[in-house]
């Protein structure tokens, strides 16, 4: 079951308290006083674990909570720290603050990431640390600070290379069953795709790439309708777009329509969406049987390459997967650009701010 949302209750463990206690030992005729310190308490963190693709397994359980910190000891001995409280979530997940007005804390959009969400209280210290000259028999102690605790909202987006747009029933689970190993549900009618699934595309010996499955869009996704209100955030995480139009939509919009209400919708969401790396795929080719004059037509008609393939026959799959990765090289050289650009600009200012 694929769950993208979460809100949970995390607490972070209490200090454990100082100890009042004083040497008895032979030998020693004024044992003085011994207390040791309470331990730490345990923190709550998050870990973007590599292969979750659910937030399921934190939302089944709604409060966290991280171990205390023991009291101190006699003998001058701390108390145990608390245990830490390691919550995994899928790489892309969002960690907002419920109780700051939905403040995000963290952006896990990288595999192995690590935020420490509420740290645990403190130790207090055991008499034997307030002994001075003056007050040789101290009877006092601290007590344990109390660990932090949050509502938390997680939010995940997806991260894939390659993000399966279009229409429903345009063939987006079906290309995604030909060219990885992943199973979506494949049928002949719309919204058979109710949630993201993602397959890994090997495409040479040194050469693979995500690619996400997104339930089909509709007019007004942008707004709630349909399911693309709930998915759309999914495809912000995607390097390119794959725009799958059906070349025979029989009594549904034209492939010239049904992709102008797709790009509508994007555009709607977020301009910077809408200006992602795109290829233009006429999908169900075989039903042309070799008839081009359709690309051709839908091509001119949005003014840009479309490429046709069958998912049924594999007709134009291996030009397509080619076409991927020729992309995806040209988006990660403009990442790589930008990011260069940005170190270069923060470099700049930061020596300007220097006296």
């Known amino acids: 079951m694929f769950v993208d949302e979460a809100k949970i209750y995390v607490k972070a463990g209490d200090g454990g308290n100082g100890a009042v206690t004083f040497r008895r030992e032979a030998g020693v005729p004024r044992g003085g006083p011994s207390g040791g310190d309470g331990g730490d308490g345990g923190d709550v963190l998050f870990h973007a674990k590599p292969g979750l693709d659910t937030l399921l397994d934190v939302r089944g359980r709604h409060h966290w909570y991280a171990g205390d910190g023991q009291p101190g000891r006699s003998k ?33 959009d990288r595999p192995g990431m690590r935020i420490v969400a509420a740290r645990g209280g403190k ?19 601290e007590p344990g600070m109390p660990g932090e605790a949050r509502h938390i909202r997680l939010e995940l987006k997806l991260i894939a290379d390659v993000g399966l747009l279009g229409l429903p029933n345009a063939g987006k689970s079906t290309l995604l069953s030909r060219l990885s190993a992943a199973h979506p549900k494949i049928a002949d009618y719309p919204f058979t795709t109710l949630q993201p699934s993602l397959g890994i595309v090997e495409a040479g010996p040194e050469r693979r790439f995500v690619m996400a499955d997104l339930p089909g869009l509709i007019e007004g996704a942008h707004k709630g309708v349909g399911l693309g209100d709930e998915f759309l955030r999914h ?31 994007l ?20 039903l ?31 030009a397509l997967v080619k076409a991927i990765l020729d992309l995806l090289d040209e988006a990660q050289a403009a990442e790589a650009k930008q990011a260069a650009r940005k170190a270069a600009a923060e470099k700049t200012a930061g020596a300007e701010a220097a006296p």
Do not use: C, W
């Open 288 to 318: 042309l049987a070799g008839d081009k004059s359709a690309q051709r037509a839908f091509s001119k008609s949005i003014g840009r390459p479309v490429m046709a393939i069958s998912s049924a026959t594999g007709a134009g799959l291996k």
């Open 267 to 286: 555009a709607a969401y977020s301009k910077q969406l809408a200006q992602k790396p795109e290829l233009v795929v006429l999908t169900k080719a075989d």
């Open 123 to 141: 130790g207090g210290r055991g008499n034997a640390r307030f002994a001075s000259a003056t007050n040789q028999t101290p009877r006092t102690a």
């Open 235 to 265: 495809v912000e995480r995607t390097r390119i777009l794959v725009h799958l139009v059906e070349i025979e939509p029989h009594g549904r919009p034209s492939p010239a329509d049904a992709y102008r209400t797709i790009r509508k919708e």
């Open 76 to 108: 001058d001995m701390a108390g145990p720290d608390g245990d830490d409280l390691l919550i995994e979530v899928p790489p892309g997940t969002l960690i907002y603050d419920t109780d700051l007005g939905g403040v995000l804390l963290k952006d896990l």
